[in-house]
């Protein structure tokens, strides 16, 4: 074990959504930062397991902290994903009533949606909800139109964070788990790790799922993560026309319910299940819970069973016994812990770490902005935009552009080429796979598996 | 000036544009997304292909590579790693590769893009997601590169390919530990399940599902649930091969707005293979999956002829009289009969069921009216052929023709 002298003004744990929009936001400042992260990649945890929608916070707890950040959140994300190349794409959402009693509670929730600021509402009639969505299960009695929830990439968000962070000058440790951590005479934390001791000054806890037991390791205990397992299953791209807006669940109490919504990639996605397990690692998916599923896909958008499921997915949610985020800043000590970050955390994240900045700025952290800064353009993943097969001039520059190797998603060799280089390179097929969208799709790897391993193998 | 485009460069697309060019239908262009065509048997290392087709029989590989010599013998262009993107009336067939972007408009579509094995997730097995789950197309081509599969692999499924499965497997040094099914037995002929057991000693086990995969970052075991008992046992293995459950590769077939036949998944095509869109015609496994690839080439020859008699006719499109499969008949193909009551590839119907039955009575009726009745033998996935000699009694403005079975 070697102790490393020179002290970090932050190191940051935890590098999913969270703690990479944190490295990011320090990043933008005279601070020496580093990012610490157990596994191989950046965003490769409960990150890339998200239902990828852009919340606007209108059924948050009014008055909670979650609220406010969503609310926050969707506003810089909005205006941050166009910027650096993160699909994103305001559909809407419906509130859909499958009763009268469902239909019954609409009032209430336009009132905390007002409670929340937020004010754009409209109720439809059945018949206008038939039309907005001609392919919708029988039974509806109506709905709540939300015209500014939206679906969002939840593979880039993470990805472009750390690479801004990166370019700025943070440092950033993969495969870097933290066993310990103490707090030092006059000040300070030292990070244990397998590869040594990290000093810092300002400790930033964005574990996620292991935030409790980070904060249990510096004395406190006001959280405990109970991890809630969540599948969810995509449909074909030929299932997409079925479909214009997120579909939601009138919420019963412990969950929001099934949804189905479109995905920036241009598959439909129906889920999460709910499930509350003991095993932080288990992201296994469940017959039970896949037949669950499908059922509610028939009832949502009967016609999808007509079509293969394309892919299985399971996340899991940092839930905790509270009903809000677990973001407390311990002003002497100058730690931040940034636990308990549910499903919302994708949409929160820029405020999240916004909020973390300005908190720590007021504790003590000299902020003082970087004369200039990165600007940084994702490889754009999404169907919004012409991806590059599609971009005659990007051909006629570089032919691997023209070169498709995924066929399905449609993954040329020149994006392949470009995520396995550059600052924040792909390490593995599933860094690959949320870099490019390789494997991805319908054939999951039938015509092109061993070509993008043969692909990998090389760089390695 | 290209007069048809022939997409997809497997064997039922270049025995078509050999075809076309020997009837001089003018310019022909085979498009194929991948590097090399060739097609599926490109990475099917072992003999076994040719007989129907080239009166002769060699590996895949050298099958593949004959039919690209022939293709250009023939004087067809062939275009590899070209892809087609999009078709809309507008802008026609749009080809992507690395010269760019091109329109095409030629006079006839020949749509060959074959089948795929439905992945683990389309047949919704749970579990973990670690590595070393594929289907038998992945496991040949990581073979065939030399790259590492696995020790110990779980073969699913019991058709022709999963024992062309086995035989990869052995030939990279990975054990077969067994072969499931969900079927109450294995679906190819007894000769190859016998050689096949016997040389490399693995247990077939029948009626029985995968039930969940376990590994974190590797395949560890696999649950298998017997349908039967509905007991579960876990086999240890690292590689799971999922075989067969072939489904056609059907998106441009969408994009081109074809209608699809709901048995085959394929678009639905008429005895001399013209799909329901006017100059645009299928051939080989895009209209079911899956034929042996000589059965494939056949077909992909059969539907030249009728390309070359449209573009030298008067370009009518008549509609077709679909056939309706009643269960547990699964599909026929081709699907439909066009008013000239041609014949289907080789002269007979492939018809596929759901159900296994030894001596199957089989009904062919249109608007009441018995065509046709005989037997068959059926098995899920292996063909039944049936005689076409009925196609002539088909009323073209009649209702859909219907097929059943009396026997379960």
């Known amino acids: ?460 | 000036m290209t007069v048809v485009v022939v997409i997809g460069g497997g064997p039922a697309g270049l025995a078509c544009a050999i075809e076309l060019r020997r009837r001089g239908a003018g310019e022909v262009l085979v498009v194929d997304r991948e590097a090399q065509a060739g097609g599926i048997p490109r990475h099917s290392a072992h003999q076994g292909f040719g007989l129907r087709d080239l009166r002769r029989i060699m590996s895949g590989p050298r099958y593949a590579q004959r039919y690209v010599h022939l293709v250009r013998r023939a004087g067809a262009d062939l275009r590899e790693e070209a892809m087609v993107t999009g078709w809309s009336e507008a802008s026609g067939l749009e080809l992507t590769s690395a010269a760019g972007r091109e329109n095409l408009r030629p006079s006839a579509v020949v749509l060959a893009t074959g089948c795929r094995e439905r992945p683990r997730s389309a047949r919704l097995v749970p579990g973990s997601r670690p590595e070393g789950v594929m289907t038998t197309a992945t496991l040949q081509q990581l073979a065939l590169q030399g790259m590492p599969v696995g020790n110990r692999a779980l073969v699913v499924g019991a058709e022709h390919v999963s024992f062309s499965a086995v035989l990869t497997l052995a030939h990279a040094g990975v054990r077969v530990v067994a072969m499931t099914t969900e079927l109450p037995r294995h679906q190819t002929l007894e000769l190859f399940r016998a050689g096949a057991s016997l040389r490399y000693r693995f247990p077939l086990l029948t009626r029985t599902a995968v039930a969940r995969i376990r590994g974190r970052s590797r395949v560890e075991e696999v649950e298998l649930l017997e349908l039967e008992s509905r007991r579960t046992r876990l086999i240890a293995c690292d590689t799971v091969v999922f075989t067969a459950d072939w489904i056609p590769d059907h998106e441009l077939s969408v994009l081109g707005g074809l209608e699809l036949d709901p048995g085959t998944r394929g678009p639905r095509a008429d005895t001399g293979l013209r799909t329901t869109r006017p100059g645009t015609f299928a051939a080989g496994n895009v209209l079911q999956g899956a034929e042996p690839a000589d059965i494939a080439a056949l077909s992909g020859r059969h539907a030249a002829g009728s390309v070359a008699r449209w573009l030298a006719g008067d370009r009518s499109w008549p509609a077709a009289v679909p056939i309706e499969c009643a269960p547990p008949l699964h599909w026929i193909s081709p699907n439909a009969i066009g008013p000239n009551a041609e014949s289907p590839p080789r002269g007979r119907f492939l018809l596929r069921s759901r159900a296994f039955a030894r001596r199957a009575a089989i009904e062919i009726r249109q608007d009441d009216r018995l065509l046709w009745s005989g037997s068959a033998r059926l098995a899920p996935g292996r063909s039944a052929l049936l005689p076409c000699d009925w196609v002539t009694a088909v009323d073209p403005l009649g209702e859909p023709v219907q097929l059943s079975t009396l026997a379960g």
């Open chain 1, 1 to 460: 074990m070697t102790e490393e002298a020179a002290a970090r003004d932050v190191v940051i744990i935890g590098a999913g959504v969270v703690g990479a929009a944190i490295a990011r936001e320090l990043s933008q400042f005279e601070l020496n930062c580093t990012l610490v992260e157990a596994g191989p990649d950046v965003g490769a945890g409960t990150s890339k397991a998200n239902t990828a929608l852009l919340h606007t916070g209108f059924d948050s707890k009014p008055g909670t902290l979650e609220a406010r950040l969503v609310r926050r959140g969707h506003e810089l994300l909005s205006e941050y994903a166009p910027r650096v190349g993160i699909p994103l794409r305001r559909t809407g959402a419906l509130l859909v009533a499958w009763n009268e009693e469902q239909r019954r509670a609409f009032p209430a929730i336009v009132e905390r949606a007002d409670a929340n600021g937020y004010t754009a509402i409209n109720e439809v009639d059945r018949d206008a909800l038939y039309r907005l969505e001609p392919h919708l299960g029988p039974g509806a009695h109506g709905a709540l139109d939300v015209p500014d929830e939206g679906i969002v990439c939840a593979f880039t968000p993470p990805l472009a964070y750390a690479t801004e962070a990166l370019l700025a000058g943070c440092e950033l440790r993969l495969r870097t788990p933290v066993t310990g951590v103490q707090r030092l005479e006059g000040g300070g934390f030292s990070v244990e790790t397998p590869s040594g001791h990290l000093k810092a000054r300002y400790l930033v806890n964005a574990a996620g799922l292991r935030s409790d037991e980070i904060d249990r390791m510096l004395g406190h205990s006001t959280f405990t993560v109970t991890p809630r397992r969540g599948e969810l299953i995509v449909f074909d791209k030929l299932a997409r026309p079925l479909l214009n807006r997120i579909l939601l669940a009138v919420p019963t109490g412990t969950t929001k319910g099934v949804l189905a919504s479109p995905t920036v990639y241009g598959n439909v996605l129906v889920g999460p299940t709910a499930e509350n397990i003991d095993d932080k690692s288990d992201t296994s998916s469940t017959s039970a819970g896949l037949a669950f599923l499908r059922s509610e896909a028939e009832r949502l958008l009967p016609e999808l069973l007509g079509y293969d499921v394309t892919a299985v997915y399971v996340g899991l949610r940092a839930a905790t016994e509270h009903d809000d985020y677990q973001l407390t800043i311990h002003v002497p000590e100058g730690y931040a812990c940034v636990g308990g970050i549910r499903s919302t955390g994708l949409s929160a994240s820029l405020a999240i770490a916004e909020y973390v900045r300005m908190e720590l700025g007021a504790a003590g952290l000299p902020l003082e902005p970087k004369r200039e800064l990165p600007e940084v353009r994702m490889p754009y993943i999404g169907e919004e935009l012409p991806r590059p097969y599609a971009e005659e001039s990007r051909i006629a520059a570089d032919p691997d552009y023209g070169r498709i190797v995924c066929f399905c998603e449609r993954v040329t060799g020149g994006e392949i080429r470009d995520a396995l280089g550059g600052p924040l390179p792909a390490v593995d097929l599933d860094g690959l796979r949320r870099r490019t969208r390789v494997l991805m799709g319908r054939c999951q790897g039938f015509y092109c598996g061993a070509e993008v391993r043969a692909r990998l193998a090389a760089r390695a």
